[in-house]
Structures are given as C-alpha cells and as structure tokens.
C-alpha cells in the first residue's frame, strides 16, 4: 500500500435505490413486475425516458431516450406518468431507515444517501448493517425494492462500490482492493468524470482510473484541473474526504416544455406565471429572498431567447417574481416550446426592514407568510393566483432529481 492511501477502517455507507422510480411503481402495481416499465413525465408520443426498470434496461432502454425510439428496441414497453408523491414517500421511509443508523446522514438525491458512521459506537461489522438495510427496505417499503451498498473509508469511493454490481449489490472500496478495482473501471465510471473532465485528463495522457491514481499532485493541480480541484481530485482517489460540504443555494428555479405548440401568448404567460409561483415556493422554504430574475423561451427551431433583470432591493412574493418576469418576457419570441424562469442573488431572508419601505415590506411578508402556511398544511397549490386556476392540470411537479431541499 502507497503511504498516501487512507487506511482507515472504511465506514462511510452509500445507499442507492434501483431503477427507484420504476421499481416504487413496481411495488405499487404488482401487475408490473417482471415488466419493462418507463417512466415518463408527461403521456405524449415524444415523450422521453426519466427513469426505466431493469427488464426495460436489459432490452436496451436508456433514460433519456424518446418514448417511441424505446417502445421499438423493447416490444410491450409499458409507459408510467410519473407521481411524485409516491416517490417521496418512498424518499421519507429511506430517509427514516438511513436516520436509525447514524446522527450523520446525508441525502444526495432522492434516491440516495450516505451514513457517516464516524463518532458512532456500533459493536457490529458495517457489511452486517448493509445487509440489515436491504432486508428492512424490503419489509417496510415492500418486496420490489432494491438497493446497491457501497462501502468505503470517503464518499467518493463509497459511491464507487454501490455502481459496481447492479442490481442489489453490495461492495467495500478500501485500500487494499483499491488498485483493482479501479483496474476493472473507465474513467467515466467515476463520478465527476463525464466528458469535460475526460478530456482534460485524456489531453495529458491520463486514460485510466489507475493512470488518473497514479498522477501526482502537481501534475493535476497545474496541468490538468489548473486549480485546486486537482489536489481535492488527489485526495478524493485516495480515500480521504473533501465532500463532506453543504453548497449555498445560488439560484431557484423552473422550467416548462410547453404541451402545445399552439397556445395563445396569453396561455404561455400564465404557465410562465405558475412557474413563478412555484420558484417563489421553493425559494421561501429555504428563507431565501433573490434580487435577481432570469426568464427565458426556447423556439421550435431550437433557438433560445433569455432576458435578465437585478433590483435593487430584495423581492420574495410570488407577485413581485411574476411582475418582473412578465415585463422581461415582452422581448419573448412568437413560436415557444419551452419556458423557464430562475431568481438569483440569492440572500438569507433575515432583515426585513431593509429600506424607507420596511413597514410596507413586513406586510407583504405577513400575508405571503400566511398563504405558504396554508399551503403548507393544506396541500401545494391551495391557495394560487386566479390567473393560474387551471394550468396545474398541464405543468405538474416534476420528479425531483438531485438536491432534496424542497421534498
């Protein structure tokens, strides 16, 4: 073993569901099981993929690909509209049973956590709890699901272990096996290796995992990453932890490929006006207020029109985000297929008299206080704009991926 290898016992757990979308909806209609499944966000003809179960995957199915493209490569392809509530229920259970374990626990996704067993006395080898997880996901959550465990002395190799044997596998990465594994592997195996980061590494001749373990810190500091994300890239393959940070929230936002190609400008902006409601939900929940906004439109033809705005002052209602959006998107093309709308500038909500206005801004912040409670208790959406009475029924919530701050 190299002498910067970190030789620890490796108690850091990942934790992925498999194919989680496809498999709750398994779980949920028995009927499906032992079926390629697909799981779509929207019932239209070119739809694409979100998610596939393993039957759909061995056929060939890929995520991302279009609904009829699959539905060719596997006959009897059976396309699921997403329900995000029952994917975060599923979330909640996992979250409850990873929480059981350790004080320390992180969700990456809504498919997948990591234990840092760090600080915790456990009397029991870490491979025996992997296996009690599996079993309880089983019985608390139902027979169709399934997960990968990855084991490993940092993050980065714990995750590496749970992608090595798919479906319901479970792997240890530490520094005895360390050279072969990463033997077996490419470079876009690893995560964080997609293909900008291969091509800087294939630009200095670095093709392989070893090759990229080999590298000395100089040569991925200066030469390859030219920052210090070269040296984190040296630790993180060596086993020692540079990801265990939380990242500030930048900007909030959503997006919306539009259902019809014929809508009326006045259709367009009041999904436009939805999706402001829905970033200025999410942005409040995590008691942020922005002084920036982003909209922008993309065209059939593929082109993409965008428009920006910073004020000088802090907004946080969902009708402050619509009345700067709406006079942003005046310079909008005609024919739209997509529509977006971002707040950035991102500031903790945390003085609400900021300005000669304060007493008109604590008010305002009353009563939009009031209508997120309610909505909070009541259900998403229970008290809107009139404006957007009937748009929920096109511009659903869509799968959560990534960040898990708003389930």
Request: net charge positive; with cysteine; hydrophobic share 35%.
């Amino acid at each position: 073993m190299r002498p910067d290898y970190n030789d620890e016992t490796p108690i850091v757990m990942h934790v992925d569901l498999n194919s989680a979308f496809a498999s709750i909806e398994q779980q949920a209609r028995p009927m499906l099981r032992g079926r390629p499944v697909a799981i779509v966000n929207r019932r239209t003809e070119h739809t694409s993929i979100v998610t596939a179960s393993y039957e759909a995957k061995a056929l060939g199915v890929k995520v991302g690909m279009l609904f009829t493209e699959a539905a060719r490569l596997a006959p009897g392809l059976i396309a699921i509209e997403s329900e995000p509530e029952k994917y975060r229920f599923v979330y909640k259970k996992l979250t409850k049973i990873l929480n059981s374990y350790s004080p320390n626990v992180t969700m990456k996704s809504i498919d997948e956590g990591v234990i840092d067993f760090h600080g915790v006395i456990n009397c029991r080898p870490i491979e025996e709890i992997g296996l009690e997880i599996k079993q309880r996901l089983r019985d608390e959550v139902g027979r169709a699901m399934r997960c990968n465990i990855g084991i490993g002395p940092n993050r980065f190799l714990a995750k590496t272990a749970a992608g090595l044997h798919k479906p319901d596998g479970m792997d240890v990465i530490d520094h005895n096996n360390l050279r072969d594994v990463f033997a077996k592997l490419t470079l876009t195996d690893l995560t964080g290796i997609a293909e900008h980061n291969w091509a800087r590494l294939h630009s200095v001749g670095i093709d392989t995992p070893l090759q990229f373990l080999d590298s000395d810190v100089v040569t991925l500091q200066k030469i390859v990453f030219k920052s210090i994300v070269g040296q984190h890239w040296y630790q993180r393959l060596r086993g020692w932890e540079v990801d265990d940070r939380v990242f500030d929230m930048k900007r909030v936002g959503r997006q919306y490929v539009l259902e019809d190609r014929d809508l009326t400008r006045t259709q367009i902006m009041q999904r436009l006006h939805h999706l402001c409601e829905s970033a200025g939900s999410r942005m409040r929940s995590q008691n942020k207020v922005a002084r920036g906004i982003y909209v922008y439109a993309k065209t059939p033809d593929h082109r993409y029109w965008h428009a920006s705005k910073l004020t000088q002052l802090p907004f946080y209602s969902d009708k402050t985000i619509y009345s700067l959006a709406e006079r942003l998107f005046i310079g909008a093309p005609d024919s739209i297929r997509e529509i977006g709308v971002h707040c950035y500038g991102l500031s903790n909500d945390n003085d609400r008299q900021t300005s000669l206005f304060g007493d008109i801004l604590v008010r305002e912040h009353q009563l939009v206080d009031a209508i997120d409670e309610i909505n909070r208790r009541y259900g998403e959406r229970t008290l809107h704009s009139a404006d957007t009475l009937r748009t929920g029924t096109f511009v659903k919530q869509k799968i959560p991926f990534g960040s898990t701050r708003f389930l």
